[in-house]
């Protein structure tokens, strides 16, 4: 078991999802995850973020060489893809950039598989700047539950925990309230909801 008076540390990697473009930092889910945790007595330091707007699967790779994170963390989440398919990335190229990646998080974690947390790419389409586009929106559904079957399958495979988000990201569909002002990425409040779901899975990996 964890000692949890101790205070545990965090990497989140990602893209704008993990960053929190368009919100405060305190917004970000991250941040918002382990202030609840916090709330229920499981100690965990301000997130070790590694993601920047716009970034893919490559780059967030190559983000991470440079950022050189030690491999000692007692938690890591990964949340990454959204940008391999808005700019028309085969799904087996995600496949396989993604399972390195969730090779990294593994390790950054330090080997242990049940100290990380995926989270599944969330549906753009479904969001003020996705109807106002001129993309196919159930196409793109169509290839982001693509993504997500395949990040879901690999994680299975590892023994790594994933929470899906994209549920949720579709609910809201119209909800005005749970987008940020540019009307593409999620507001505080999304976020919030976000930190709800993933709390329980948190909490149990901390607790192994």
């Given amino acids: 078991m964890t000692d949890h008076a101790r205070t545990s540390t965090y990497l989140a990697l990602g893209d704008s999802y993990t960053i929190g473009e368009g919100v405060a930092e305190d917004g970000r889910w991250p941040l918002q995850l382990a202030r609840a ?13 590694v993601a920047t707007t716009g970034w893919t699967t490559d780059e967030l790779d190559a983000a991470i060489d440079a950022a050189q994170p030690p491999c000692d963390y007692d ?57 106002d586009s001129a993309r196919d929106l159930r196409q793109v559904a169509r290839e982001l539950d693509a993504y997500n079957a395949a990040a879901r ?34 507001s505080e409040a999304m976020y919030a909801e976000w930190t709800r ?8 990996l901390l607790a192994a």
């Fill in 153 to 186: 399958d690999i994680c299975a495979q590892h023994g790594v925990a994933f929470v899906d988000i994209t549920t949720a990201s579709r609910e809201h569909d119209g909800d005005g309230a749970m987008l940020a002002d540019d009307g593409l990425h999620p």
């Fill in 37 to 49: 945790l916090g709330s229920e007595g499981i100690a965990l330091a301000e997130p070790h973020i």
């Fill in 75 to 131: 938690l890591v989440s990964l949340l990454i893809g959204v940008n391999d398919q808005y700019r028309g990335r085969e799904l087996g190229q995600y496949r396989e950039r993604f399972a390195a990646l969730l090779r990294r998080a593994i390790g950054f974690a330090g080997g242990r598989a049940d100290r990380v947390l995926v989270m599944s790419i969330p549906d753009w389409g479904a969001t003020r700047y996705g109807r």
């Fill in 197 to 204: 779901l993933a709390l329980p899975t948190a909490r149990r």
